[in-house]
């Protein structure tokens, strides 16, 4: 069903069998009172004069007429047309309905070109006080714009450290324990730093205890040194007597007169023992076995292993080398 013949059927259809109800009222002077009988409780067309309101000055009488009974017809008085006058004949229904179809098509393309034209147009964004995080102004604009924003920016955020530093900072956060007594934040750092450094210390003794006397002793030395080369200059000559004794001290084992200029030491260790003097199997750091020694090598041999291997690779060395200047 069309949108022209619902609205026909439902609120076109002229109604032409009501009828107006009208009470007549008449005084013995003549006058004569029409009232329209809204309610309807007259339907047998007779007034009901002991009911009807008295009216000063004048009289009712007992009598009433029946009502006028007319049949409406277009262009009558006292009748209004609403709306449109139902259609007559089936082809002006289906030519009704066409035209009714033919707005409502109308209309919903209009609406689909309405919401397609909303979409596709560029969505305008106010950028009016919009500013982004450097500072900067949203939306086109030129360099120098920009970098003045950034400046002016820059410039606000230091006037505002400026004026917090003046006004004292920020002031110190307050840290409690589970039962809500405050930390003394100073304390507890100074007690977690004591406590860094006793650790360390404590490694470095252990440290110490690993090594033996002599590396210890040397370990010592080699600090003095240190110190002591604080205060030397860069160059030095012939005639440093401190290198010379340096010099005159250390050992080499293919000096045949470095016996004559060595001072003879007490047969003492670095460290003040008593020093075996006979002969011993050497090791990797040059250190004499101690006067109570009985003679018998109780290591595993790496000693002598290692010996081995470092003159086994000069040996290769020096073979290669050979051969090299052979070819």
Do not use: C
């Not at 009974?69 to 009748?79: F, L, R």
């Not at 291997?309 to 020096?318: G, H, I």
């Amino acid at each position: 069903m069309s949108l022209a013949d619902y609205l026909a059927k439902n609120y076109l259809t002229a109604d032409s069998d009501k009828k107006s109800k009208k009470r007549k009222r008449k005084n013995k002077d003549g006058l004569k009172i029409d009232d329209d009988d809204i309610s309807g409780w007259n339907k047998g067309g007779e007034s009901d004069d002991d009911d009807a309101p008295t009216i000063a000055g004048m009289t009712l009488s007992s009598k009433s007429k029946k009502k006028k009974k007319s049949k409406p017809s277009e262009g009558a008085p006292g009748w209004t047309t609403v709306g449109v006058a139902a259609p007559s004949t089936a082809a002006q229904i289906a030519a009704d309905a066409a035209a009714a179809d033919a707005i409502i098509a109308s209309t919903v393309a209009d609406r689909q070109n309405a919401a397609q034209a909303e979409d596709e147009a560029p969505e305008m964004v106010d950028t009016e006080g919009v500013f982004l995080e450097s500072g900067a102004k949203a939306g086109l604009q030129t360099g120098a714009q920009v970098a003045a924003a950034m400046k002016k920016k820059l410039e606000a955020e230091k006037r505002e450290a400026a004026e917090a530093a003046k006004d004292g900072g920020a002031g110190e956060t307050i840290y409690r324990d589970a039962s809500g007594r405050i930390i003394n934040v100073a304390m507890k750092r100074a007690e977690a730093r004591k406590k860094l450094e006793d650790e360390e210390k404590k490694k470095r003794e252990q440290e110490r205890a690993a090594r033996g006397d002599v590396q210890n002793a040397e370990a010592v030395k080699r600090r003095q040194q240190l110190e002591d080369a604080k205060g030397v200059t860069i160059a030095r000559y012939a005639d440093d007597a401190e290198l010379n004794d340096e010099l005159k001290d250390r050992d080499r084992w293919n000096d045949p007169a470095a016996g004559f200029v060595k001072k003879k030491k007490a047969g003492r260790s670095i460290t003040g023992k008593p020093l075996y003097k006979g002969g011993f199997q050497p090791n990797r750091y040059g250190i004499r076995p101690g006067h109570r020694w009985d003679g018998v090598d109780r290591g595993n041999g790496f000693e002598s292993e290692w010996f081995k291997s470092r003159n086994r690779k000069a040996n290769v060395a020096k073979m290669e080398y050979a051969w090299q200047m052979d070819e």
